[in-house]
């Protein structure tokens, strides 16, 4: 973005937005959204949950921005995996990693800028499963445990695993004192030693 | 990535080509930016940046770093070095 800014937080019709992650595109850039609604604030509290509203894993959004900052469009995810983090690929595409709650599993995808799914990623198994994820989340589950809960450890955990660029590849890097890389390039998808 | 013993690999500097990554010590997080080789995952070399922390690094480009700091009196700038 050149002399713009962005302000994925402002947009219209969206509240309590939790920006997931940010990316420069060839022209402009681009955000992947979280939003809760009134109504989740609402439940949440009568509940007495908490003061804000966490955001709804099912209400996702890609924001595409062009190179003054100014909002381009709004796209609402429709995809059988909860989006976690992204990048932007050559050729108008993202990558999208996100945890596949059927298959109990961390997966990457490819989507295009308006958020279709254009592939998921087969990395031959090398990307963690729940379990893992699990082990590694920081969120006591004991205290309240429920599927809703694991399910949002699994997506923390995951959320920690953070994308970077390396000339024509696109990296995903696992943090910590035994960190993993996979790259990406095109639609090779590769776990570094 | 084979990150020396007592060090947490943190996050990737984007980068044309090498693989750079921030990573801190965990006894004194002391923060440091180090260098793998793509093919093998070793550590290639650790970066000094000199008058910078390394970690303020956070873009490469055909040899050149760039790094975001504060001076004296607090004024941000963009520090570029190779």
Redesign the interface.
């Known amino acids: 973005v050149q002399g713009g800014r962005i302000d994925p937080s402002a947009v219209q019709g969206l509240t309590y937005v939790f920006v997931a992650d940010l990316a420069p595109t060839d022209d402009g850039g681009v955000a992947l959204l979280l939003h809760a609604t009134a109504t989740d604030a609402l439940t949440q509290a009568k509940a007495g949950v908490a003061d804000r509203p966490s955001a709804n894993l099912d209400n996702t959004y890609i924001v595409n921005y062009d190179k003054d900052g100014q909002l381009r469009d709004l796209n609402k995810l429709d995809l059988k995996f909860v989006p976690v983090r992204m990048a932007s690929l050559p050729g108008s595409q993202l990558a999208v990693s996100g945890f596949d709650s059927p298959h109990d599993r961390a997966i990457l995808a490819i989507l295009s800028t308006d958020g279709t799914l254009i592939r998921v990623l087969d990395d031959a198994g090398s990307l963690p499963e729940a379990d893992t994820l699990l082990s590694r989340s920081k969120i006591a589950l004991d205290q309240v445990p429920s599927d809703a809960r694991k399910r949002q450890a699994e997506v923390g955990a995951l959320s920690g695993f953070?994308?970077?660029?390396?000339?024509r590849?696109t990296?995903f890097?696992e943090?910590?004192?035994?960190?993993?890389?996979w790259?990406l390039e095109g639609t090779d998808l590769r776990k570094?030693? | 990535l084979k990150v020396p013993a007592g060090t947490s690999a943190q996050t990737i500097v984007p980068t044309d080509g090498p693989w750079l990554v921030r990573a801190f010590t965990s006894a004194t997080d002391e923060g440091m930016l180090l260098e793998f080789d793509p093919n093998t995952g070793d550590l290639k070399r650790r970066i000094d940046a000199g008058a910078v922390p390394a970690t303020s690094i956070f873009y490469e480009n055909d040899n050149a770093f760039y790094a975001y700091w504060w001076d004296k009196t607090q004024h941000s700038f963009i520090l570029k070095g190779r």
């Open positions: 953070l994308f970077g660029y390396a000339g590849k990296l890097l943090p910590g004192a035994k960190p993993s890389v790259s570094s030693s």
